[in-house]
């Protein structure tokens, strides 16, 4: 049938998917050229059908010949709305009526397509992963049980209420422990006329630390992760159907499950570096030659200069256990940026499936879910470089003249604000832990830098990527977020650094008070 010159094959549908339909048309020559006798040129071929669109559309630009090549390929690739719109003008021939029914059609047959695909992959997924289905039966254990699970088990839910009362527990318990050995509060003579406080209540790791920044760190991680996995990502899944194995809480348990050997890292390294290196290495030969070597003077060694307050074998005992404490919250702090990375890995992966898919519906739960994982890696990275900055506070003001931590600062305060002539001067000591703040800041940073790369990413490779005005507002979040990000940088690596870096302090506090009062990930 020949309508406005060219081949015309009436609207109607056998019910196939869009590659079934396109296949069909284009064999036939639907809305080619006809000759004298009312008979298409022949079949379409990719460049004939990439010029012929181009030829219809008003600004010239078209389809791209690689993406047309797609359609005739044996693939799982569909076309997108707007792709669908140029084809129906090509079978309905640039009549209005047929355009709109040839639409109707091939969009129709575009879902059939997407249902066709989800059905494959749940099939591929069914025999490529049977050990995944047979532990989704309860026939298997290393998911449920492996350190990876224990480890996102912790954090989240419940149990990270029952990790903070364990964390405040401990601390008491330490209290408790140096009120009956004496050093709660307690002083030693670094130099003449100068009695320091290095008692347990003095210093910012051992109380600030656990009672405040800790648990609002764990409160941060156990908000996203119940986030993602308990709604977002089955919201930005492929799969339609919200009872799909890997969409749902078993799904990302298989992400976390891959992520077994950095678990097994952090939990090595916390035991071996942190409480092993740093007592065995350190401490336990101060105490066993009874010179500190140069190593700062705290509330362990003082037994060195302060044996009537606390002995030697106290002093051994003390900080065994309190070694064994720091390594434990240094492990939550890196456990924390792991699943950081995790889930800024598991929503690139979910959400460019969805993309790839031409979910256009998904792209503003993909926004939305990528905010929430933004301002959650966000307040996690804050509260980390927190963690990083009361550990430089307190061996930076072990190296200092100063009689107190409080007086440290206040000193340092009304120096900068030309109330106090005094300068603060050092003391002829060193510690590890300079070194560490400087890793765990570093990594910190990273880490959220990792984090808004990936939704970018995201971002960038969907429709989202089109509208300017959201585009100029997520710019605009993350710059805010960088900015305080700097700040708090700042503040970890001058600390001591240059007179009134107190003033610095204080204001990274106040900026982290805004970071941990901004909005909730389920109202982000």
Not at 16 to 44: I, M, Q, T, Y
Not at 103 to 124: F, P, T
Not at 455 to 467: K, N, R
């Amino acid at each position: 049938m020949e309508k406005n010159g060219n081949f015309f094959v009436t609207p109607s549908s056998d019910g196939g998917n869009f590659k079934e339909l396109f296949k069909r048309l284009v064999a036939v020559g639907a809305g080619r050229p006809v000759d004298n006798d009312g008979c298409p040129s022949g079949s379409w071929t990719p460049d004939q059908l990439a010029e012929a669109i181009t030829n219809i559309d008003p600004d010239g630009t078209g389809v791209d010949l690689r993406t047309v090549q797609l359609w005739f390929q044996d693939n799982d690739r569909g076309v997108s709305n707007e792709n669908i719109r140029w084809l129906a003008r090509i079978f309905g021939c640039d009549d209005p009526v047929t355009i709109s029914e040839w639409q109707i059609i091939l969009s129709k047959a575009q879902a059939r397509l997407k249902v066709n695909r989800r059905e494959r992959k749940r099939a591929e997924n069914d025999k490529s992963t049977p050990s995944v289905v047979a532990e989704h039966l309860g026939n298997a254990k290393p998911i449920h049980e492996g350190l990876a699970k224990k480890c996102e088990w912790l954090l989240t839910g419940e149990a990270s209420m029952n990790l903070l009362v364990s964390y405040w527990l401990v601390f008491g318990a330490l209290g408790l422990m140096n009120y009956a050995l004496g050093t709660l509060s307690v002083t030693y003579s670094p130099e003449d006329g100068l009695d320091k406080q290095v008692g347990f209540i003095w210093a910012p790791t051992l109380t600030v630390l656990p009672l405040v920044v800790l648990p609002l760190y764990i409160l941060s991680i156990n908000e996203l992760i119940s986030c993602w996995k308990n709604g977002a990502r089955s919201q930005c899944a492929l799969s339609d159907d919200k009872a799909d194995f890997l969409t749902g809480a078993d799904g990302w348990m298989l992400k976390v499950n891959s992520f077994t050997f950095s678990f097994w890292a952090i939990a090595l390294f916390s035991l071996f570096f942190v409480f092993g290196f740093q007592w065995a290495g350190i401490y336990l030969p101060a105490y066993m030659s009874g010179d500190p070597g140069g190593v700062q003077i705290d509330r362990y060694l003082v037994a060195l200069s302060r044996p009537e307050v606390i002995s030697i074998r106290q002093a051994m005992v003390l900080s065994a256990v309190g070694y064994l404490y720091t390594a434990s919250y240094i492990a939550i702090f890196l456990l924390g940026l792991l699943f950081l990375v995790i889930i800024a890995l598991d929503y690139r992966e979910t959400c460019n499936n969805s993309i790839q898919q031409n979910l256009v519906t998904t792209t503003v739960t993909i926004r939305e879910a990528g905010i929430r994982v933004i301002w959650g890696s966000f307040r996690v990275a804050a509260l980390g470089l927190w963690i990083a900055t009361l550990i430089k506070l307190q061996i930076v003001y072990l190296s200092s003249n100063a009689k107190d931590f409080v007086s440290w600062l206040s000193w340092d305060a009304q120096a900068a604000l030309g109330f106090r002539t005094t300068e603060n001067s050092w003391l002829d000591n060193s510690s590890v832990s300079h070194f560490t703040t400087l890793l765990m800041g570093a990594v910190t940073v990273a880490t959220f830098g990792f984090c808004v790369a990936k939704v970018h990413e995201v971002f960038a490779g969907s429709p989202l990527g089109d509208d300017q005005d959201r585009a100029r507002s997520d710019r605009k979040l993350i710059m805010g977020m960088g900015a305080v990000i700097i700040v708090l940088s700042a503040n970890l690596l001058l600390i001591g650094r240059f007179e009134g870096f107190s003033l610095l302090v204080a204001l990274s506090g106040i900026a982290t008070f805004y970071v941990v009062r901004g909005p909730s990930l389920n109202q982000a």
